[in-house]
């Protein structure tokens, strides 16, 4: 009997543990430096959020994501100043090239998009009603 309690108890906490754990976030940063070795442009995707942050260490007036196979922009768009936010909900999940054009120089990296997290949510509302389906 004692054994049947202890097993018991033993799969209630395992079960309580494994429920509460979450997806853990993921935060990619890319960095790209000039042939001087200095960081010319940081790239922060946090997969919790719906933007990126843009960082480049000279003012930038545009910048273009590039689709590697076609090199045509998928999105574009003018700045002012040293930073701006992508909008992840525009582009599809992918690798990408981006180029930032500053008054002197084109800097140009290749960046991986997360999936966004309105897309995220409505997987897993898409998964969880398939789950509840009944025939």
């Known amino acids: 009997m004692k054994n049947a309690v202890l097993t018991i108890v033993v799969s209630l906490v395992a079960i309580v543990t494994f429920a509460q754990t979450k997806e853990a976030p993921q935060r990619m940063k890319y960095v790209t430096t000039g042939p001087d070795g200095s960081v010319a442009m940081t790239i922060i995707d946090d997969t919790r ?67 966004s997290r309105k897309l995220r949510n409505a997987i897993r509302e898409d998964a969880v009603a398939l789950n509840n389906y009944e025939d």
Not at 54 to 77: C, G, H, M, W
Request: net charge neutral; charged share 25%.
């Open 49 to 115: 959020e719906d933007l990126m942050k843009l960082e480049s260490a000279n003012a930038f007036y545009k910048y273009q994501i590039l689709d590697p196979r076609t090199a045509e922009p998928v999105f574009a768009s003018d700045n002012q100043g040293k930073t701006c936010e992508i909008d992840k909900t525009k582009l599809a999940a992918g690798t990408y090239n981006l180029k930032l054009y500053t008054s002197n120089f084109v800097i140009t990296s290749k960046i991986t998009v997360s999936a």
